[in-house]
């Protein structure tokens, strides 16, 4: 199974801070890495799908990045509704594995 | 628009069974794959099962193989989780999940139900 491992695990920023989430697999996906945002209470929401496209209707502050192993999600200026847990996800192949989560909170 | 109604969740005894259902509308079900994925209290999200366009070909994570059985009926658009010899650790909000391309195994989803929630305790 393909381990997928994010980090940090938890970040505190300002508004208008950027802000950079890791995630890395354990073998190669090739980009076949996607992002999701999990607001409290909410259902996960598709920010970025093969490592670096936007999917429609997300804001362009969100960037995502990385090929392989080695990937990132970007939030050029942190927003108040940017609260949330962000987790990457593996879908090459299956057992389709998720990172642990990266919660992000305003400082 | 793209709507996906699960049912069927509730309290169950440790052993016990219970069966799913999640409802598609607003797109053509049958032409594309469908996932199941859960998210214990508190916790990340874990992929459990997904099957074909046909329910030919089915796929389970490790921890629910043998126990769950993932199904669907195209003819009323819907997806099934039939959950069987239920542990403590199955304990989750279950959501179905539809990618974003019809036809591909690998797609990501864009499209996710509101959810279920299944707790198994005695």
């Known amino acids: 199974d393909i381990q997928m491992t994010q980090s940090p695990s938890s970040l505190s920023a300002s508004v208008g801070d950027r802000v950079t989430i890791t995630c890395r697999a354990s073998q190669g996906i090739s980009n076949y890495l996607a992002w999701y945002r999990q607001k409290p209470g909410t259902v996960p929401k598709l920010l970025i799908y093969a490592a670096s496209t936007l999917q429609s209707g997300v804001p362009s502050r969100f960037s995502g990045g990385g090929s392989g192993t080695d990937f990132t999600l970007t939030i050029s200026s942190l927003q108040p509704e940017d609260v949330a847990t962000y987790y990457c996800q593996n879908y090459n192949s299956v057992p389709l594995t998720f990172g642990g989560g990266t919660k992000v909170e305003i400082k | ?33 469908m996932h199941w994925v859960r998210q214990a209290p508190g916790k990340g999200l874990v992929w459990v099962s997904r099957i074909n366009t046909d329910g030919s070909s089915t796929s389970y994570a490790d921890s629910v193989k043998g126990r769950f059985t ?8 819907t997806l099934y989780l039939q959950m069987n010899s239920l542990r403590a650790e199955d304990s989750a909000v279950y959501f179905c ?25 005695s």
Request: charged share 10%.
């Open chain 2, 1 to 33: 628009e793209v709507q996906l109604v699960e049912s069927g969740g509730g309290l169950v005894q440790p052993g016990g069974s219970v069966r799913l259902s999640c409802v598609g509308s607003g797109f053509t079900f049958s032409s594309y794959w």
């Open chain 2, 70 to 77: 993932i199904s669907r009926d195209n003819a009323k658009n």
């Open chain 2, 97 to 121: 999940a539809r990618g974003i391309s019809s036809g591909y195994s690998n797609s990501p989803w864009n499209s996710w139900g509101q959810g279920t929630l299944v707790t198994v305790s």
